[in-house]
């Protein structure tokens, strides 16, 4: 049907060109946008992590390079990036920093604490300030790889690599007064990395997964049945070694582990237990190339989303999902402004997806995007941002910009099919586009800044 419209557009006179209103069927119609102003933190951000609350807002914990490397949570009051209570409130310097939101709305954040021997601490919001969870500090020795999650009634667990252990992984839980081992501690068969902490959300079972260093650096899936953690399936049950393990359970409880995969070429693996087995989701090795920092995340029907940094992008961010055949891009690969790392993915309670992460375009600071509707008609009403004239264009298609808007601008093109066909930025607050070698149709305008993030359409007719 898109490719009959497309031709109808194609063929009709100017002026049906210029009505046309699209329905959400272009690739188009969404794009990835920021929420609120890219690299909103006060200075470098490490250990970002983003969570929602119940009502959808977004929160975002790092390592704030502005106070001393302590932690910072900002969330956005659907206009700008707030601080939650105070900026840099840890005590020391906050590394491997993950943060939550309670059934009860209070945000929570685990980290090692860098004042004091990097013991794991747990911290939340009471409304005024962020205070202690139990004792500061509370592992009896250092921890790395901080995984905190909830319970189905509500306890926070933590999950780490364990220094007072071998290394090893070890869970704890709060149990209203103190923190208290779920199992034995260093439960894991040797050394382990990237743990990563989740709930089955039927039986309320909690689930580790990790590479795992005693089985060649594969990975490894436990649980802890009531008594002891026994392996879920197969320990080291990938091809290869793996890195940035990350663990997420389906709607339907199946649970999800996906991985930078060393067995192919270190691209991006999802498996899924299906009772027996791990098994692949998808093709093994999807990604268009190698990868890191990888994320999994559900949306609430079931598909399973992936984040990762793309090396084929320049180390920029992208997004796919699996549509039950193919792993597929969710908009534009590579859509970030400039390269990526600390990358987090979340989707709101509403099913949209939001990645924060590190961002280099703006010096390190935070930046939080999300995958929206932005696309608006030619003939709907222009706010004072821009002029796009004339539209339509038989030659050249000039874009100006009202105000004294002299910051940096990126600027790309789009045919209706989502192709790109013109990619530059520009500091110019006025910039002249020769159109004279596009073809007859619609094209999209795709603009970002530092403060906006928009599209428009304009029809080339001769």
């Known amino acids: 049907m898109k490719n ?18 699209l329905d959400k069927s272009s690739p188009i119609d969404y794009m990835w946008e920021n929420v609120g102003n890219a690299g909103f933190s006060a200075w470098g951000a490490n250990y970002i992590s983003i969570a929602f609350n119940q009502s959808g807002q977004p929160y975002v914990a790092y390592e704030d390079y502005a106070y001393g490397f302590k932690a910072t949570v900002m969330k956005f009051n659907g206009s700008n990036w707030v601080n939650v209570g105070n900026p840099g409130f840890s005590i020391g310097p906050a590394y491997y920093i993950s943060l939550g939101v309670s059934q009860a709305d209070q945000p929570y954040i685990a980290f090692s604490n860098g004042e004091n021997f990097n013991m794991a601490t747990v911290m939340k919001f009471d409304g005024t300030n962020w205070v202690n969870v139990g004792n500061a500090c509370f592992s009896p020795d250092g921890a790395a790889c901080l995984s905190l999650a909830f319970s189905p009634i509500g306890e926070p667990y933590v999950a780490y690599l364990d220094f007072g252990n071998s290394n090893k992984a070890t869970v704890m839980k709060f149990n209203g007064t103190t923190w208290v081992n779920i199992g034995i501690a260093g439960f894991s ?6 743990t990563s902490l989740a709930f089955n959300p039927y039986n309320g079972q909690p689930y580790v997964a990790y590479k795992d260093i005693a089985n060649d650096g594969k990975a490894t899936v436990m649980k802890f049945n009531g008594t002891n953690w026994e392996n879920v399936g197969n320990a080291g049950f990938t091809v290869g070694h793996v890195e940035y393990t990350e663990l997420a359970f389906s709607p339907s409880g199946e649970p999800h582990v996906a991985f930078v995969d060393f067995g192919n070429s270190r691209k991006i693996t999802v498996m899924k237990f299906n009772g027996t087995n791990w098994v692949d989701v998808g093709n093994a090795g999807f990604s268009a190339t190698t990868a890191d920092y990888t994320n999994l995340a559900f949306s609430p029907n079931g598909d399973p989303y992936v984040a990762y940094e793309d090396y084929v992008n320049a180390g920029k961010v992208t997004v796919m999902k699996f549509d039950g ?9 590579g859509f970030s402004a400039g390269t990526a790392q600390y990358i987090d ?3 709101s309670p509403a099913g949209q997806p939001y990645v924060a ?3 280099y375009e703006y010096s390190g ?6 995958y929206d509707s932005v696309v608006v008609g030619i003939n709907d009403p222009q706010e004072s941002r821009l002029s796009l004239y004339p539209n339509p264009v038989t030659e050249i298609l000039s874009i100006e910009f009202n105000g004294n808007n002299n910051y940096v601008k990126f600027i790309e093109i789009y045919d209706l099919q989502g192709k790109k066909i013109s990619k530059f930025q520009t500091c110019e607050t ?8 596009y073809l ?11 403060e906006l993030n928009y599209i428009e359409k304009f029809c080339k007719t001769e």
Not at 4 to 21: E, G, R, T
Not at 440 to 450: A, E, N
Request: contains cysteine; proline residues 2%.
């Open 430 to 437: 006025k910039i002249n586009i020769d159109t004279k070698n």
């Open 4 to 21: 009959i419209i497309f031709i109808l557009i194609y063929f009709l006179p100017v002026f049906v060109c210029a009505q046309q209103k």
């Open 365 to 370: 600071n935070a930046t939080v995007m999300k």
């Open 189 to 194: 068969s040797g050394e382990v990395n990237w």
């Open 325 to 333: 055949t193919n792993w597929i891009n969710v908009g534009n690969d």
């Open 440 to 450: 007859r149709g619609l094209y999209f305008i795709k603009i970002r800044t530092r």
């Open 345 to 347: 993915l979340a989707l």
């Open 357 to 359: 992460y590190q961002d």
